[in-house]
Structure formats: C-alpha cells, structure tokens
C-alpha cells in the first residue's frame, strides 16, 4: 500500500539556521503530497501541497517540491526562526474519491535562539 | 475558520468501561469527519471514515464493534472505545472536511489513558 518515509527526529537547530526535513513516498498513481505542522497542544495545520510533478508549494518561508522521479517532497527553509519550533509531517493523498491521508511518523524541530 | 475541537482533551478510564469522544466543527459543516490513532513516536493511523447520515467506513484491522462512530450532524461526530482495555490507550485526533474540498482541519487530540 501506499507509505510515507520521514527523516526520523528530533532536529534541533539554531536560528537563522538551514533546514531540511526529508521525505520520501511510495504511491501507484499520481498521490498529493502535503506536509503538515503541529505547534505544541494544536491540531495538525496544513503548511503547504503539491499536486503534481514539479509542482513547489511554498508558505511561511517553508518550500517543498513534487519530484516524482525521486518519489520525494522534502521540507525546506532558509533561515528558521524559534516559532518554527513544532512537529512536522509529510502525507499523501489517493487520488481517489475518497481522498485519505497517509501520513509520515512526524519530525519534531526544535529552534533554540 | 475552519476550526474543529475536542472534547475532552485527556481522559483516563478504568478497563471495562466505555469512553466517548466528541469532534465538532465549529465553524464550517462537515460532510466528511476522519477518526485517527496516534502512538507515541509513531504517525497518524486512519481508522475510519465518516460522512453524515451514513455509516462509517472503517479500515483494515479496526474493530467496528469496538470503535463506535456515529455522525450524526454537519457538525458533530463521536467515537466511542467500548470495553476499553489498556492497549486502546492512545492520542486520538479527528479531522473535518467540506464537500467537495480536499483539504482536512484537525482537531487538538484526545489522549485516553486506560487503567
């Protein structure tokens, strides 16, 4: 079935630091890719999508790009900030009707100042 | 927007006994609602799949009969671990979705503590 590999945690990282979470899929067909954010005691946020090959999706300074011939979507930032302290996963969607999610086992970030 | 909550964010229960948990939407109607199960270090599991009015769809491996979900309203779905056992003890985290819309609100979690 389909699955979803994340880079395993936890990262801690300084301001103003580079960051990449990895993640890496196994689909048949042509899944969404997401990746989520959980803050401390919140529900899981959208962060940011791909629908297609080649596709960036991009928000809050974070980018992630669909690149279907290495099956991978990995999170990146240039400069992370202490907010961006939160856990971080990386999920599919079946294209079909039904549209569920299959999620990554999450990757908690830690920014210290 | 587009804000779903829990209730109740902890619970602890003796074993035997059954526990509901409630998922609103607060803000917007849902005609889909998503019932996860999380271990710890682990990811999300969907368990099952509800649209209102209807019954719920489960997925491979969860017992129906034991993990109770009734969508009764837009609004509204509950999940209820019955003869709960210590090894139901997990966070559970539930999820809306508007017709016809791809994307999912999650709720906060409820962590079940069974003794």
């Known amino acids: 079935g389909d699955s979803v590999t994340q880079m395993e945690g936890p990262v801690t990282l300084s301001e103003e630091a580079c960051l990449t979470i990895n993640c890496t899929y196994t689909a048949t067909g042509y899944p969404s890719l997401f990746w989520y954010v959980q803050y401390p005691g919140e529900g899981l946020q959208l962060l940011l999508k791909?629908?297609?090959?080649?596709d960036k999706g991009s928000n809050k300074g974070f980018e992630a790009t669909y690149r279907k011939e290495t099956t991978s979507f990995h999170l990146e930032k240039g400069s992370v900030q202490v907010s961006d302290s939160a856990v971080y996963f990386c999920a599919l969607s079946d294209p079909g009707g039904a549209q569920k999610l299959v999620f990554g086992q999450g990757t908690r970030l830690t920014i210290n100042p | 927007g587009a804000v779903v909550s829990q209730h109740p964010s902890r619970v602890i229960c003796k074993s035997g006994t059954s526990v509901k948990i409630e998922c609103r939407s607060l803000d917007f109607q849902a005609t889909t609602m998503f019932w996860y199960r999380q271990f710890p270090k682990q990811s999300l599991m969907l368990m099952a799949t509800s649209n209102e009015g209807s019954k719920a769809t489960y997925e491979q491996g969860v017992e129906k009969d034991k993990f109770l979900i009734n969508h009764a309203s837009l609004t509204l779905s509950t999940l209820t671990v019955t003869s709960a056992h210590p090894e139901d003890s997990s966070f559970y985290i539930c999820s809306a979705r508007v017709q016809g819309a791809y994307e999912q609100y999650f709720g906060p979690g409820t962590r079940l503590t069974v003794t």
């Open positions: 791909a629908t297609k090959a080649d």
